[in-house]
């Protein structure tokens, strides 16, 4: 890229220069705030392919070379020696803690992890069948209904409580909704235990109150909230921020960013990817499943394949697709959806349907395999997805409160209706 300062644009009789913005890092960014009042024309961008929705410090992708930094540390130094507490200290507050803030962060989320008894009764309203997402964003919603009232966004304290609140209360609510699906009674975290065991011993507590926890479980899923944890201005972190640039508490703004990485092109791919693979069925009948997702007439894709900004490899499915073998074995656990999940991988990237549109596995590729192996049912894999996503939501709904460039939300449209007519008759 050639180092411009500026750029100008020629628009008919009118031209106007426009201001180039530097990045730390990353592609640099045409400024084009004055171009309507300059020259009367609005930009196209179906998808934000090429546009750039805010400027933000947090996390940085570079999609060709498959890298991934939170706050500057490369995502595989993250994965191999820090912890997801630690990370979420991180995301939020943009320096790693030290050991006596460590202790009190984990200390403060435990504090903040029981839910009000009315969580109970809404997740009890719900059919046992409904599907987890919808109940996580109803609970969600429930606690604005619960700390709206009393929550002054002007003030910094309140809005960082808010942000640890729905870090610490997610797992929580996940936990009911689970039991909810399985009949189980509600129960209360054991808050002398840290996040991830925590969250497990609640989800999967007997009714005598025992549960044993195996360290290679904790390990593995404080691993995939790590590399769950953000993703800069993905399609669920921009809801949140779209909703958020609204002035909307916290918990609206993270309850519509559940709702949006619900969908399958985004975090509800790791279900998807799971049903593809049973659909599957045998290593045999991967070939004929390649076939049918180059057919575009199929409406079949490879889910878990493919990516917006990814265009030679996601690092985190390079982590999780390590680890998915040695959990496994650890587990003592043996899953033939992964001899069918592996060959589908080699199958696709010898492939030159795959290769000429640079189409890689994603995260979601292998992450069903281990929650499967982790005994949590596939409906929840997209709830499993939003726990760890919560701390990057939140981390950009603060950095968004105290953006002096931040306005509401409001793109433009071109638009293909009917010109003005008379109403006849
Ligand atoms: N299987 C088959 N073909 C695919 C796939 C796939 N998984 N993904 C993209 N393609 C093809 C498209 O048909 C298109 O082909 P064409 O150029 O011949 O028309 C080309 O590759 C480009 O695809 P787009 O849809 O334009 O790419 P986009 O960046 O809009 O979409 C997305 C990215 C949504 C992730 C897409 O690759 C996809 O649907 N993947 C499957 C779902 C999935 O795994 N989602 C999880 C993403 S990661 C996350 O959110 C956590």
């Known amino acids: ?21 530097k990045p730390t890092l990353g592609n640099d960014c045409v400024d084009i705030s004055k171009l309507t009042k300059e020259t009367g024309y609005f930009t196209y961008d179906s ?18 070379k498959g890298v991934l930094l939170y706050r500057g540390y490369p995502i595989e130094q ?14 939020i507050n943009g320096e790693r803690p030290d050991a006596a803030q460590l202790k009190a962060f984990n200390e403060e989320l435990a504090a903040e992890a029981t839910v009000d008894a009315s969580i109970n009764t809404l997740i009890g309203s ?8 919808a109940i996580l964003t109803a609970a969600i919603a429930q606690l604005s209904g619960i700390y709206h009232a009393s929550l002054d966004l002007a ?45 497990l011993k609640q989800t999967f507590e007997a009714a005598d109150g025992s549960y044993e926890l195996n360290q290679d479980v904790v390990k593995a899923l404080d ?130 349907y795959f290769v000429a549109r640079k189409l890689y596995p994603n995260v979601d590729f292998y992450s069903g395999i281990i929650y499967k192996a982790l005994q949590i049912p596939t409906e929840m894999f997209t709830v499993m997805f939003a726990l ?14 105290v953006d002096p460039e931040m306005k509401i939300g409001r793109p433009r449209q071109v638009y293909t209706g009917s010109d003005v007519r008379d109403y006849q008759g």
């Open 388 to 401: 760890g996503r919560t701390s990057g939501w939140v981390a950009h709904w603060l950095e968004q409160q």
């Open 155 to 199: 003030d910094a304290e309140q809005r960082r409580k808010a942000a640890v609140r729905l870090i610490a209360k997610v797992p929580t609510l996940s936990a009911l909704i689970y039991r909810h699906g399985k009949g189980l009674p509600a129960n209360t975290p054991d808050t002398s235990l840290d996040y991830v065991s925590r969250f």
């Open 126 to 133: 719900f059919a046992k069948d409904a599907h987890p997402m």
């Open 47 to 64: 998808g934000f392919t090429a546009t750039a929705s805010c400027k933000s410090a947090i996390t940085y992708i570079d999609g060709d």
């Open 223 to 352: 691993l995939l909230f790590i590399l769950h944890a953000d993703h800069e201005q993905n399609a669920s972190t921009s809801t949140v921020r779209l909703v958020g640039s609204t002035g909307a508490n916290p918990y609206a703004s993270v309850a519509a960013g559940v709702t949006a990485l619900w969908g399958p092109a985004h975090g509800g791919a790791n279900e998807a990817v799971l049903k593809m693979l049973e659909e599957i069925g045998s290593a045999d009948n991967v070939e004929s499943a390649v076939v049918k997702a180059k057919d575009k007439t199929s409406g079949f894709r490879l889910m878990g394949f493919g990516h917006r900004v990814y265009k030679n490899f996601d690092p985190r499915a390079k982590v999780i697709g390590e680890m998915t073998g040695k959990v496994l074995k650890q587990l003592g656990v043996q899953d033939p959806l992964l001899d069918v999940a592996v060959k589908l991988e080699q199958a696709a990237l010898q492939d030159e």
């Open 1 to 21: 890229m050639s180092d411009l300062d500026q750029v100008t644009l020629n628009a008919g009789e009118k031209s106007v220069v426009l201001p180039v913005i």
């Open 78 to 91: 993250l994965s191999e020696k820090s912890s997801y507490v630690e990370v979420v200290y991180l995301l």
